[in-house]
């Protein structure tokens, strides 16, 4: 599945504790994204890279921080965990070979109690 | 910002029947359109795209067309089987060099045997 693994797979944490999720990619590719996704919203972008260092902002990104400060790891950081986030979070990458095509990490189910 | 909407968000036929998801989009730009196929539990994985520069494009019992004058794009899944039971999401593509994609709602599949 395109090289992209996501860890851990299932978190529960509490209120106000920090969180980071991670996304590893094998194949190299210079975009990566952060989702998440809750029903009745479908795949809602948090934060987008792309390249090292090179990050910019999705269209939920309030309460959210990314880092890359490599090729294949794209962190997502909940500073504070709050109950609004309890959700699944989907890494993907963007590969082949026109570009646009978006791959999809197993995803993370993040239940913040 | 693009905005990508989807219908239905439900829709139920029956075994070897057809089945048509529709989408519209609002920026005239978006060049690229993909679907993705989303099993219960599973991470969503493309099934089929289509770029601007085509009509339509089909893959063995799945087929998209493209109206970009009416700025809409369809699925269409023929001889449905149960196995085709998942939600289907449609997505545009942002212009900027972002890569970036926007996802619409989604539509729950089921199909009777």
């Known amino acids: 599945d395109a090289g992209i693994t996501q860890s851990p797979r299932h978190k529960v944490t509490e209120t106000g504790t920090p969180v980071t999720l991670r996304c590893h990619q094998t194949e190299n590719h210079r975009y990566m994204y952060w989702y998440r996704q809750d029903p009745g919203h479908g795949l809602r972008l948090i934060h987008y890279s792309y390249g090292v260092k090179d990050t910019d902002k999705g269209e939920v990104s309030d309460g959210y921080s990314v880092s890359r400060s490599k090729t294949e790891d794209f962190l997502l950081t909940l500073e504070s965990a709050t109950s609004s986030q309890t959700s699944v979070y989907f890494c993907?990458?963007?590969?082949?070979?026109?570009?646009?095509?978006?791959?999809f990490g197993p995803g993370t189910r993040l239940t913040v109690l | 910002g693009e905005n990508v909407e989807q219908h239905p968000s439900t829709l139920s036929v029956q075994e070897g029947d057809s089945a048509v998801i529709k989408c519209t989009y609002s920026?005239?730009?978006?060049?690229?359109f993909p679907w993705y196929k989303q099993e219960l539990g599973k991470r969503p994985q493309l099934i089929i795209d289509i770029r601007s520069n085509v009509g339509e494009k089909k893959d063995q019992r799945i087929a998209v067309t493209l109206n970009k004058t009416a700025k809409h794009f369809s699925l269409h899944i023929t001889e449905t089987q149960p196995e085709d039971s998942a939600v289907y999401f449609c997505a545009a593509s942002l212009q900027g060099g972002s890569e970036k994609l926007v996802f619409g709602k989604g539509t729950k599949l089921t199909v009777n045997p």
């Open positions: 920026d005239s730009a978006s060049n690229y």
């Open positions: 993907a990458i963007n590969g082949g070979t026109s570009h646009n095509e978006q791959f």
